[in-house]
């Protein structure tokens, strides 16, 4: 199948500062990538959906100015975790592809 | 909304017994109904999908079927081996590209395959 890279797999950051994560498609171009979030034993929340060359469609209830995403070229979104808190704290998935493939996740933690 | 509701939450079989999970969708209009295996500290990986013109699919020992009047649809493993524990999700969309395809996920089953 398809390949989506996610980098950085785990980041640990101080309260009060911002976290970038990207997602990469590797072998095929993704006009759409997918942001989920998940807690621990809970199933993934599709946070929001990243349109290449346009803004980012949010769930309701996501924050779209804390939660900021750029989708700049058909195999590039990333995800930028503002002012993050300790209640940010999760595991970060994106996917992409008509038939989605996920990435590898990002393990965020807030201290 | 659209939700998706599946069942058992936690599974227990012995190795080379069947395991099967089952869920249901609410939205009539869902056309695609994916699988994903998840490993602790991993991403979710495809393992199986369908789509609504198909009652049923098989690849090896995993095979989905699909009740679209019931709205419901199961995931079968036979003749199970200890790598197939995992967290199990089901899926439903109701697109094949871009927005529409977004996925709304079951609230997981933890299939644990004793040796």
């Known amino acids: 199948g398809a390949v989506v890279s996610q980098h950085p797999s785990w980041v640990i950051c101080k309260s009060g500062t911002s976290v970038k994560i990207e997602c990469r498609s590797l072998?095929?171009?993704?006009?759409?990538m997918f942001w989920y979030r998940q807690f621990p034993k809970q199933s993934l929340m599709l946070m929001a959906t990243?349109?290449?060359?346009?803004?980012?469609?949010?769930e309701q209830g996501v924050e779209k100015d804390k939660f900021l995403i750029n989708h700049a070229s058909l195999t590039l979104s990333t995800l930028t975790v503002t002012s993050a808190h300790p209640e940010d704290s999760s595991f970060y998935i994106c996917?992409?592809?008509?038939?989605?493939?996920f990435g590898p996740g990002t393990r965020l933690t807030v201290l | 909304g659209e939700n998706v509701e599946q069942h058992p939450s936690t599974l227990s079989v012995q190795e080379g017994d069947s395991a099967v999970i089952k869920c249901t969708y609410s939205?009539?209009?869902?056309?695609?109904f994916p699988w994903y295996k998840q490993e602790l500290g991993k991403g979710p990986q495809l393992i199986i999908d369908?789509?609504?013109?198909?009652g049923e699919k098989k690849d090896q020992r995993i095979a989905v079927t699909l009740n679209k009047t019931a709205k419901h649809f199961s995931l079968h493993i036979t003749e199970t081996q200890p790598e197939d524990s995992a967290v199990y999700f089901c899926?439903?969309?109701?697109?094949?590209?871009?927005?529409?395809?977004?996925?709304?996920f079951g609230t997981g089953t933890l299939l644990a395959v004793q040796p």
């Open positions: 072998d095929f171009q993704a006009t759409t």
């Open positions: 990243s349109n290449e060359g346009s803004k980012a469609t949010y």
């Open positions: 369908i789509r609504s013109n198909v």
């Open positions: 899926a439903a969309s109701k697109g094949s590209g871009g927005a529409t395809n977004k996925l709304i």
């Open positions: 996917s992409a592809g008509t038939t989605q493939y």
């Open positions: 939205d009539s209009a869902s056309n695609y």
